[in-house]
């Protein structure tokens, strides 16, 4: 069956989370990034943003609460957390490249609600992304399959014909099990190449 559809994860395959450089920036010390390198953003309270079952505010007190010495300095990352993410070089091009050649393109993304709506209007991909589903909406985040579902559901998607990328192996195996072709990140040159040798490999579907 060819492939009509290109679903794309955002953070580390069409964008750069470079949190760490940020907290740099913003004068935050060695220590505290690595403590809250595994207490704030590795931590699963950080994937409750991405749900969006809790407010933020009772979920920045559970950070303060393990990190109580870096209450300030959770303030402060997460205060500016404007310039967090940057798109990486080819981002804009890629998708512009992949939908005038016919292919549907879709995001699925786990993301907080807060951090996505201050992101999104400046991203190159933008324009060229024919629909979105994002965690903060639906309340699942991947890798449960429900999300996989809702985002087929909401614009006729059939997984079967489409191939999602992203940058977790367990995000990739739930999209395969529901019938998805996978491509697993590491970086975006290596993806380029390899959604090129399955669109070539799989039959690549062109409109008209």
């Not at 590795?42 to 870096?70: A, C, G, T």
């Not at 024919?130 to 614009?155: A, N, Q, W």
Request: charged content about 30%.
């Amino acid at each position: 069956m060819k492939i009509k559809n290109i679903v794309f994860d955002v953070g580390m395959v069409l964008i750069d989370f470079h949190w760490e450089k940020t907290m740099r920036e913003l004068g935050i010390s060695e220590d505290a990034i690595e403590h809250l390198r595994v207490n704030m953003i590795q931590h699963p309270m950080w994937n409750e943003m991405d749900r969006n079952v809790m407010n933020e505010e009772e979920i920045v007190k559970q950070f303060k609460k393990l990190s109580p010495q870096y209450a300030d300095e959770i303030d402060l990352f997460l205060g500016n957390m404007e310039h967090v993410v940057t798109d990486f070089p080819r981002s804009g091009e890629w998708l512009k490249e992949l939908k005038a050649r016919g292919y549907g393109i879709y995001l699925l993304s786990n993301y907080p609600e807060r951090m996505f709506k201050m992101h999104w209007e400046h991203y190159s991909f933008a324009p060229y992304v024919d629909g979105k589903l994002v965690s903060y909406e639906c309340h699942y985040t991947k890798p449960e399959k429900e999300i996989y579902h809702l985002l087929c559901e909401r614009y006729g998607i059939d997984a079967k014909e489409s191939v999602f990328l992203d940058d977790r192996f367990e995000n990739i195996e739930a999209a395969k099990e529901v019938g998805f072709y996978g491509i697993l990140v590491h970086e975006q040159e290596q993806a380029i190449a390899e959604l090129e040798q399955l669109l070539v490999k799989e039959g690549a579907y062109y409109y008209g």
